[in-house]
């Protein structure tokens, strides 16, 4: 039985119950009794009472020892919802809704009778179609739903802790080179893509810090760019929508860069640009996103999703060697490894939380500091110069 007292409020009788929700919060709900302060307590005490043995909090019904694990995954969805990210949500709900519910749910297996092998089954059976990466994100949804039903004790354990995971997939992203970079840059002025692309090539930015940028945090003055807003786009409950945050991805991606004069000097003609056009639309003018450095010329905000659409597509009818969006940022990382800066400014520069998110990435990349390797155990062994 859940805890409880009563309050008065505008003359009235509430009861006031507090409990603890299945994510451990304590929450407080109030229920009107109807009943007037005056003269009317015993009713009210009664009211209570009957109220606290009949509680029981929304996100605990028909979750019990019979359930389905597709079933189970779903109550578990709808808990989660309201303790995690919107973005993270609807990878969750996407990878629940259309892959894991529907194999599990033919399967027709009950939570209490999940076993191991079924999950690795699930997880072989999906490897015939997805890359190992995906199949990695599908554990991380099942272990977390699976460690939820042991903390409210509808397990006794989890299963998936006995799961052998497949081997994380290497990446090794396009990259352009410099003469490709100055051509990408002259073909884009002037074009919707122009700034996003200006700011994921020279400063490696991702899709949702460069449709993020805020004017406030770009300062003429010190000659400085901050990134601490991103905007991202995704599906939740079937609607596309707009996600807007002043938290980057990682605490080391909250950064300050430098702001160059090629770059200072044609966003300060792009501010001048979006000032005449809302004095050219007036009331035709999109306000709602006039902080944003990304809009169109009617001050819409440009949608993180027509960036990586329209990215490639840009290229084709240019003629220049298709790459991602994201490929960019690699892009900007290799002309510095080649550059000679070295790995951990660039860590910096690019905002990974850590060294080896970087050294993994581009180590292939690092040749120059393999030549001086050798060179110097040339020198060392005296066996002569490399040629």
């Not at 599906?235 to 605490?251: I, M, Q």
């Not at 003018?285 to 329209?310: D, F, H, M, Q």
């Not at 840009?314 to 790995?343: Q, Y």
């Amino acid at each position: 039985m859940v805890a409880g007292h009563l309050s008065e409020k505008k003359g009235y009788y509430y009861a006031v119950l507090n409990y603890t929700d299945s994510l451990g919060r304590r929450k407080s709900k109030w229920l009107a009794t109807g009943y007037t302060v005056k003269g009317n307590k015993k009713r009210a005490e009664d009211f209570l009472m009957e109220a606290r043995k009949k509680f029981e909090p929304e996100d605990s019904k028909d979750v019990n020892e019979d359930i389905l694990f597709a079933d189970f995954l779903k109550k578990w969805l709808g808990i989660a919802k309201n303790s995690i990210a919107i973005p993270t949500y609807a990878s969750y709900s996407n990878m629940v809704n259309k892959t894991i519910c529907p194999y599990f749910r033919a399967k027709k297996i009950k939570l209490q009778k999940l076993k191991p092998l079924d999950i690795q089954d699930f997880y072989q059976k999906e490897l015939e179609r997805v890359c190992a990466n995906s199949v990695i994100h599908y554990h991380a949804v099942i272990h977390k739903a699976l460690k939820y039903a042991v903390k409210i004790e509808l397990l006794d354990a989890n299963p998936a802790d006995k799961i052998e995971r497949p081997k994380k997939d290497k990446f090794v992203g396009s990259f352009y080179d410099a003469d490709e970079m100055r051509t990408l840059f002259e073909v884009s002025k002037g074009t919707p893509l122009e700034i996003p692309i200006l700011l994921g090539a020279f400063y490696g930015l991702r899709r949702s810090e460069a449709i993020g940028l805020k004017w406030e945090a770009i300062d003429f003055e010190m000659n400085t760019l901050t990134i601490r807003h991103t905007v991202t786009s995704c599906e939740v409950d079937g609607k596309r929508v707009l996600v807007a945050s002043d938290t980057t991805k990682t605490k080391s991606s909250r950064r300050t860069l430098p702001l160059v004069q090629f770059v200072r000097e044609r966003l300060l003609d792009l501010k001048t640009e979006q000032q005449e056009n809302r004095r050219v639309c007036g009331k035709g003018y999109n306000k709602e996103y006039i902080a944003y450095v990304c809009v169109n010329s009617i001050g819409t905000l440009i949608r993180p999703n027509y960036v990586t659409e329209n990215f490639k597509k840009f290229l084709r009818e240019n003629g220049m060697r298709e790459i991602r969006f994201h490929d960019l940022r690699h892009s900007c990382a290799s002309m510095m490894l080649a550059s000679g800066v070295p790995m951990k400014q660039i860590q910096e520069w690019l905002g990974h939380s850590d060294f080896s998110t970087t050294a993994n990435i581009y180590a292939h990349l690092e040749f120059s500091s393999k030549i001086s390797s050798a060179d110097s155990l040339l020198r060392g062994l005296e066996l002569g110069a490399n040629p």
